[in-house]
């Protein structure tokens, strides 16, 4: 069935340093989005990407949706202790008739001060 | 508006004996799932409901059930619990299904624990 693949699973970086996660999916999406889990925490919603080659900005992170609909990036500048956390990407999927969700594995980021 | 909550936050189960998890949402949403997360495997869709009075089979549906009685409730059953169960549960809401582009809100999760 479809899968959405993540990776890395795990990252650690410098203070200061960017930090990029990458989707890939088996099959073309009609969008993606990208959860924050933090440490203890439950996963939130952070944003989601619906066009082909959309490119969408939170401070300093960057979502990007391929041109193919089957990938998608987020990537941090100047990683802060504050985006230690896990992030998600999920897509849609269809099954009998009913949507569905799959999530990435997650990218555990930790950030060292 | 409190969200997404989940009862109970933490238990500790023998094996064999059954509970009951319960989610409620006050944000009038159509959709509810409940999902497992285990290290390493990210979050797995146990069951999950496009409406009151239906459900469906998820990912991972063996040894759960659910039902969906009142719209603003999902309640998730476990039977006959055994180790391989032991996993953080987490319960989401949404207007639509992700396919229709609505985000997910998801609950703060029960650790459940079986000995």
């Known amino acids: 069935g479809q899968q959405v693949m993540q990776i890395p699973q795990y990252q650690h970086v410098q203070e200061g340093e960017d930090f990029t996660t990458y989707c890939n999916s088996s099959?073309?999406?009609?969008?993606i989005q990208w959860y924050k889990q933090r440490p203890g925490g439950h996963p939130v919603f952070l944003i989601q990407?619906?066009?082909?080659?959309e490119v969408k900005k939170q401070k300093r992170l960057t979502f990007q949706f391929g041109e193919a609909k089957k990938n998608s990036s987020l990537h941090i500048t100047a990683t802060q202790t504050t985006d230690v956390g896990t992030y998600f990407c999920?897509?849609?999927?269809?099954?009998?008739?009913?949507?569905?969700?799959?999530f990435g594995i997650g990218t555990k980021l930790q950030v060292i001060p | 508006n409190a969200g997404v909550t989940q009862t109970p936050k933490f238990r500790v189960l023998k094996t064999g004996q059954s509970m009951t998890l319960l989610c409620a949402q006050d944000?009038?949403?159509?959709?509810m799932y409940w999902y497992r997360q285990d290290p390493g495997m990210g979050l797995r869709l146990i069951h999950y409901?496009?409406?009151?009075?239906?459900?469906a089979k998820g990912e991972v549906p063996d040894g759960y059930n659910v039902s969906r009685l009142k719209k603003q409730n999902f309640l998730l059953g476990l039977e006959s619990a055994a180790p391989s169960q032991t996993s953080v549960y987490f319960c989401?809401?949404?207007?639509?299904?992700?396919?229709?582009?609505?985000?997910?809100?998801f609950g703060p999760g029960t650790r459940l624990t079986v000995t």
């Open positions: 989401a809401s949404s207007y639509s299904s992700l396919a229709g582009g609505y985000e997910q809100y």
């Open positions: 099959t073309t999406l009609s969008n």
């Open positions: 990407l619906v066009k082909s080659g």
């Open positions: 999920a897509g849609p999927m269809n099954s009998g008739g009913y949507q569905k969700v799959t």
């Open positions: 944000m009038n949403h159509e959709y």
């Open positions: 409901s496009v409406g009151e009075g239906t459900t």
